[in-house]
Structures are given as C-alpha cells and as structure tokens.
Nanobody, 125 residues
Framework: QVQLVESGGGLVQAGGSLALSCAAS????????MAWFRQAPGKEREFVVR????????DYADSVKGRFTIFRDNAKNTAYLRMNKLEPEDTAVYYC??????????????????WGQGTQVTVSS
C-alpha cells in the first residue's frame, strides 16, 4: 500500500508558472507508474500526464503538451509537475495517482488504485 500527498497548488495569473509535488510513503515508490489527473468544477476527471517507473516514458495530454513537465525522483519518493504558461482553462483540482499494475491504459483513471487528496490550482485572467 502507498499513500500520496500533493502540495504546491495556489493562485497564479495567466502566463505564470506553478510546481506541484506528490510525496509517497508506505511502499516502494519505484514500483509504481505515476500520473497526474485534474478535475474542474462540473467536469469529469481528466488525464494530464504519466511517467514510467524508471522515467523512461512520459505521456502528455494534448492540452498541456509543451507547457507541463512531469518528473520523478525515486530516491526522494516524490513525483513533480512543473506547469508553465498557465491558462484559466487549467484551473482545477490536481490529483496525483499511482499504479502498481504490470500494464494498462495509463491514460485511464481506472488503471490507478492509489490517489492523493488533491491540490487546488487557480489561474486568473
């Protein structure tokens, strides 16, 4: 079992940057595929990005490609999301997720068994 805690959310003006962190505990972090999802008010939870266990593979949603960057430090049991050129449409609660499965559709939230509580990101016009 692994526990996840997000941090780093806040209020930023359009065009600005923000960095999120996801701290893991309770299990071997390097055995999990990590991902970020987000959910805006009244909307379904949507995939943002995922990263493989050894950082060899990343997969970004088209809406954030070129603006967001995911990375992980297995020695620190932490995954990160750097968000640049933020837009009001990026406003959402951002969730960290972990999957211990050997394979799956890593763009689907059904693949992930472990979730953080989320951190609010608000981008003003």
């Amino acid at each position: 079992q692994v526990q996840l805690v997000e941090s780093g959310g806040g209020l930023v003006q359009a065009g600005g940057s923000l960095a999120l962190s996801c701290a893991a505990s309770g299990d071997t972090f390097s055995t999990y595929v990590m991902a970020w999802f987000r959910q805006a008010p009244g909307k379904e939870r949507e995939f943002v990005v995922r990263i493989s266990r050894n950082s060899g593979t990343t997969d970004y949603a088209d809406s954030v490609k070129g603006r967001f960057t995911i990375f992980r430090d297995n020695a620190k049991n932490t995954a990160y999301l750097r968000m640049n050129k933020l837009e009001p449409e990026d406003t959402a609660v951002y969730y960290c997720a972990a999957s211990g499965a050997a394979w799956g559709n890593y763009r689907s939230d059904k693949t992930y068994d472990h979730w953080g509580q989320g951190t609010q990101v608000t981008v003003s016009s």
